[in-house]
Each structure stands twice: as C-alpha cells, then as structure tokens.
C-alpha cells in the first residue's frame, strides 16, 4: 500500500532522512520506533506533504501512485491522515463545524456528496462518545484549551470520522496518561482491518502493548536499520536504542 524508496530529506540544509525503505502492507500495523532526533516526525511531515521539507532523492507511493507530485490536499483525498505529536489550535473554528468542513472537503474530494447534517450529526455524536468527548468540547473551538488528552482523542474522533486508507500517528502516546491511553488506542484499533494501514511510530515500546502492531522498524540517523515482528519492540525495551545511536559500531 505505501512503498518508500531511497528517500533523501533535507530540513533547513540539514540531511535528515538519508536512503530510507520502508514498505507497509495493506491491513498491517506497522511501528517506527527509534531515537530522539532519527528522523521519525520528518518522516510523516514529509508523507503528509508539508512545505519546508526537501526531497533530495527516492520516491513515496500510495497505491502505486507517486504522491511527491501531490498537494496535502490531494494526498488527504486519497486516504492519507497524519495524527500530529502536537495537534494544532484552531481559534475561532468551532470543532464541531471544523470536523464537517474536514468530512465534506474529503467527500468532495472524491466526487461523493455532502453528508446532510443530521446523518452528519449522528456519526460525530455515536464517534465522540465512543472516545469520552463531550457535546460541550464539539462546541468549543478546535483544540483551543483542551488538554493534551483530549486533543489526542479528538484527533481519534477525526480519524474515525474520515476512515483514512493510510494513517499515520506520530508518538500518540506523549503527554497522555493511561487512560487517555487507553480511550485512544481503543478508537485506533476499531479501526484496524483490511483496507486500511497504521504506522505508528513511538519512542517508547509503551504504547504497542496498546495497539500490538504486526511489523516493528527500527529507525537510526535517518533510515530504517532494522525489521522484525513485535518481539522486536521487547528486545529494544530491555536493551534502548544504544546500539543504534551515535558512536555505536556499524
Ligand atoms: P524524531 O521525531 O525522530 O525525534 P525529528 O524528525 O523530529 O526526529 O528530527 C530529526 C532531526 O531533524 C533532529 O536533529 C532535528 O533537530 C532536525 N530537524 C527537524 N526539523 C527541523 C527544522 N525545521 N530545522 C532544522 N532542523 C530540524
Ligand atoms: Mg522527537
Ligand atoms: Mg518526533
């Protein structure tokens, strides 16, 4: 479903991701894991299309078409959605409109028509409620106060609402507390199955004992340096990342 090749990325002149591969099957859950400063966050910005970010070489393709070429827009159309470390605030914006506008513009994005809004309503409120989020934050604007945990469970709501083909979450775990956790990976896992693909990429093996993924990637100075199944994730638990990081022999 996703195949990277070679991929060479520089952030503000500096080389970031130097020749990674990586392939995720349709219906896996695929983990990144890898040290502070390897390049994980890079990685999905430069997936979901955003500016700043220089492809030097190497070629990203969802579904066998290259999505390099593609506006952010046209890359959320074809079912791509990035659950960002750190979801923006967007005053002014009432969630609730904010998550139609979202819903809408993807539909339209594939030819499909506006969902009437009180079939609109009844998904949001079925979703929101399966995540703990409540009729009062639908209202207030989007992310604006809301603690780290609820803005991680709203960007689940998000994720639920638009059924993404190939999504993307970067460390969901940071800043939430286990229950937040928990809610969160719930919400993720409904998601699982054929048809669609999670990368899920992580710091801490914490968060896989949540959502269990199929494949783990481990990821150094830029590419992926090793795979293997979820013992992987434990292996690393026990051992951290010292033998992948600066100064450790090849
Ligand atoms: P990770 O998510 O694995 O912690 P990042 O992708 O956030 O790693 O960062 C990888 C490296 O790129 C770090 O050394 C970081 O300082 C650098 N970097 C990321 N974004 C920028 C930027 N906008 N300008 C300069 N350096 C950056
Ligand atoms: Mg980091
Ligand atoms: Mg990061």
Redesign the pocket.
Known sequence: MLEIENLHVR??G?K?LDGLNLTVEDGQVAAIM?P????????SYVVAGRA?YEVEQGSIKLDGADILEMSPAERAARGLFLVFQYPLEIPGVATMTFLKAALNAQRKARGEAELPTLEFMKQVRAAAAKLNISQDMLKRPVNVGFSGGEKKRMEVLQMALLEPRFAILDEMDSGLDIDALKTCAEGVNALRGEGRSLLVITHYQRLLNFIPPDVVHV?SRGKIVRSGGPDLALALEATGYADYTEGAAA
């Not at 502070?36 to 990685?43: M, Y």
């Open positions: 952030v503000a500096k970031i890898g502070n400063g390897s390049g994980k966050s890079t990685l700043d990821m």
